[in-house]
């Protein structure tokens, strides 16, 4: 398997082939991010994807070997231009930094590593960076304030210390939203989890995707992407720069159907335009050849859920008295990433919000990836961090019949005691703010059996704050934690999720060297 080419090329080869090119020998992925995200409790290392080439039976390929392809091109892309331009760099001078969404749990973290390891990066050369986190990084050092000092002056100057604000991260999948409060010395504080959903700039094109299929119906969609590929992918690039520059302020917005209007003519025996007089849309759309006007509360329709999404998410963020405090209040909302630049959206959250501050960089867009070198050169400029979930581990517990009548009972230990399996041993609590490199409590586990030399803990994670068992509904299995031991003994465990990606050590009773232990959740 080969890869042969990223991003626009990508999509110029897929949707103009050579004319005698056999496209169902190939692969094609497009927005194959999510994946990370929407199925983060069913996603292992043999999850596959399936590709966009149009066939009877679609393709699919190991999720792994497609971000490793991609990783890979990139990291050939860095050398390569760096030895034209006659750097002397190795491969060993490079510390390689890959962002991730801050609403990503460990799992699609720790799948982000093994794929850089599988593209040649060796894991001590690599460290993960948090978007949200790195944006903020980034616009921390930028003057995005107008403040009048005493002489009556105007200086732009930055973010003060002690202020707290809302970062936006608005990407093409999904919203990444976390609030930090500023520092001495200008570190930042983490003082909610990161949170978010599936809100990007992509649904906006699920949206426009929707309104083809109300207009020229469901079955002629399909058949028309299948057959023609190249039309359909001149029709949403024409959406696509719509899209960015849209701002409601012409009446109408023209759209090029490309070869959509003559197909379903073709197909249907029947003008759209006779079709369209008996659907919702006869007033709001009007068709002359291959264009479409359409008028902008239609075009504007687009936004709508995922923009409503958005304002009410940030509305019940502020509504939390524990971070947003009466003597020190949320001020400011910092909108970073590709969908910030879209008026429809920053106009809403302004007027939603009218005693917040809504800054948009300059150069949004680019925020994380600038962020994220300075997060490199500068991790402790993060001094604490917000658990998004609360982590533990099964264990045993006395039983007491009046709680525990319908769990299952085990006899463990010389007297038998009854005891019952599954209990949810919390580490660590949603919520809970995690100093950067502090280790929480140890907790003590027994090997269950003389020959172990080694201890398997399935780990959990859950969204409720005190589970009581690890087979409830809002607790999954994220993998296993391995500690390898020397001798039969208990053992002794702790865990730090300070950082970007999490740490466990143990010690054996009895000794005082620690053990490094490592994580399978993938």
Request: charged residues 30%; hydrophobic residues 35%; proline residues 4%.
């Amino acid at each position: 398997m080969t890869f042969d080419s990223f991003g626009y090329e990508a999509e110029e080869h897929y949707h103009n082939p050579e004319d005698d090119e056999d496209l169902s020998k190939w692969y094609f992925f497009r927005n194959f991010k999510m994946i990370l995200y929407e199925y983060k409790k069913q996603f292992n290392v043999e999850t596959e994807i399936e590709d966009m080439v149009p066939g009877p039976q679609k393709a699919k390929m190991k999720a792994i070997d497609v971000f490793s392809a991609i990783i890979k091109y990139f990291k050939k892309l860095l050398l390569d231009k760096a030895q034209k331009s006659y750097i002397n760099l190795s491969e060993n001078d490079i510390l390689w930094v890959i962002t991730v969404p801050g609403i990503w749990d460990l799992k699609a973290k720790q799948f982000m590593r093994e794929s850089a390891i599988q593209a040649g990066i060796p894991s001590d050369q690599l460290i993960l960076a948090l978007e949200p986190e790195a944006a903020s990084l980034y616009c921390r050092k930028m003057p995005i304030f107008v403040e009048e000092k005493q002489d009556g002056d105007k200086t732009i100057s930055q973010l003060p210390i002690g202020s707290k604000y809302i970062v936006l991260d608005q990407g093409g999948g999904t919203i990444d939203i976390t609030v930090h409060e500023v520092m001495p010395e200008g570190n930042l504080k983490e003082i909610h989890q990161a949170c978010g959903g599936v809100w990007g700039s992509n649904s906006i094109n699920k949206e426009f995707n929707h309104f083809l299929c109300q207009v020229f119906g469901d079955d002629v969609m399909s058949t028309f992407q299948t057959n023609h590929p190249s039309d359909f992918f001149e029709i949403m690039n024409e959406f696509e720069r719509k899209k960015i520059s849209y701002t409601g302020e012409r009446g109408r917005e023209r759209i090029k159907f490309s070869y959509l209007v003559a197909y379903y003519k073709q197909v249907k025996e029947v003008d759209i335009t006779e079709t369209l007089k008996a659907t919702q849309f006869k007033d709001t759309v009007q068709f002359d050849r291959d264009k479409a006007s359409l008028k902008t509360e239609l075009f504007k329709s687009f936004y709508d859920e995922p923009v409503a999404f958005i304002v009410d998410y940030l509305r019940d963020l502020l509504d939390k008295t524990s971070i947003n405090t009466e003597d020190n209040p949320i001020k400011t909302i910092l909108a970073v990433g590709g969908f910030s630049k879209s008026k429809v959206l920053i106009d809403k959250i302004k007027s939603s919000f009218p005693d917040l501050a809504i800054v948009v960089p300059a150069d949004a867009d680019l925020a994380v990836l600038k962020g994220a070198i300075i997060y490199a050169f500068e991790p402790e400029s993060v001094t604490c961090r917000v658990s998004q979930y609360t982590y533990g581990v099964p264990n045993f517990t006395p039983y007491d019949a009046r709680v525990h009548k319908d769990r299952r009972i085990s006899r463990i230990g010389p007297q038998r005691k009854p005891m019952v399996d599954d209990s949810f041993d919390k580490h660590i609590e949603i919520g809970q703010i995690l100093e950067i490199g502090q280790f929480q409590q140890e907790h003590e586990y027994y090997p269950t059996t003389e020959e172990h030399k080694s201890i398997v803990l399935d780990f959990y994670a859950s969204e409720e704050k005190n589970p009581k068992f690890t087979d409830e509904e809002n607790c999954y299995c994220l993998g296993m934690l391995h500690f390898d031991i020397t001798r039969q003994a208990r053992i002794f465990v702790k865990l730090n999720a300070s950082g970007t990606e999490l740490v466990a050590v143990a010690r054996v009773d009895g000794e005082n060297q620690e053990i490094q232990g490592y994580f399978s959740l993938i």
